[in-house]
């Protein structure tokens, strides 16, 4: 028996500017539950068009997007808005944190958006807050943190209203190359407990060392979609000429 993808994108393009700038063509791509799956390309691909799309941030020109059933096409912008509360969370390489909270307070805010409870809201921020290793600042702002502190409250903050699937976007791209360690670590393990991961990066190294599948985008349109088996050597030169990526 067949195992119903979580993210389906059937025939999907996106044209900006009247027709004239093509961003994704005609891409057809699944995703099933608790993969770790690796967008790459070089700038201008298309990687964060698909990310936004299947986020519910922007809507296809042709094509449908599912995710767990929820048709993004063709749904009201108030079901997306409820979409994104609900089903998605996601890390931003700026971590766009609100400056003029704490932690515990940034973290919650999904929670509450979500019409969760504050004492529930706040015993499953404390929960998260201990399990990625930084519920000793809970109640410092983020200009007093450091990235990977800042990152982890961002990854704390994606994943407080329990969602199907994390969209991470260039995670380690403000970091330093330790602090951006520790983080893919973290999502490394948040997928081992089962969560699904769509990682839009351009570096072929991070691609491949935590991608348990490789999808490569040039110019709107899907060029190399390869599994990675745990412990695979690839060298970055099989892939860097398709992607346009750093080592």
Excluded: C, W
């Excluded at 997306?80 to 998605?88: G, K, N, P, S, T």
């Excluded at 019409?115 to 015993?123: D, L, N, P, S, T």
């Excluded at 990682?199 to 985008?217: P, W």
Aim: no cysteine; glycine share 10%; aromatic share 4%.
């Amino acid at each position: 028996m067949s195992v119903e993808p979580l993210v389906r994108l059937q025939n999907v393009t996106r044209t900006y500017n009247g027709s004239s700038t093509v961003a994704l063509d005609d891409v057809s791509l699944s995703v099933t539950r608790g993969e770790f799956t690796a967008i790459m390309g070089a700038s201008g691909s298309g990687k964060s068009t698909l990310l936004n799309l299947v986020a519910g941030i922007d809507r296809p020109s042709s094509g449908r997007i599912t995710v767990d059933g929820f048709d993004l096409t063709t749904a009201s912008e108030t079901d997306l808005a409820r979409y994104r509360r609900q089903r998605v969370g996601f890390v931003f390489q700026f971590f766009n944190l609100l400056g003029n909270l704490n932690v515990l307070e940034n973290v919650m805010v999904p929670a509450q958006l979500a019409g969760v409870r504050a004492m529930e809201a706040r015993k499953r921020v404390r929960a998260l807050l201990e399990q990625l290793g930084i519920a000793a600042i809970e109640r410092s702002y983020p200009q007093r943190l450091s990235g990977g502190e800042r990152q982890r409250v961002a990854i704390a903050r994606a994943l407080v209203n329990k969602p199907l699937l994390v969209l991470a976007d260039e995670p380690t791209g403000a970091l330093d190359s330790r602090a951006g360690a520790q983080v893919m670590g973290l999502l490394d393990e948040l997928n081992r407990q089962g969560q699904t991961i769509l990682l839009v990066t351009h570096s072929v190294h991070l691609a491949t060392a935590h991608g348990r599948r490789v999808v490569i985008l040039r110019d709107g349109a899907v060029v190399d979609d390869a599994g990675i088996e745990p412990g695979q050597q690839v060298r970055a030169g099989d892939l860097i000429g398709i992607a346009g990526g750093d080592q």
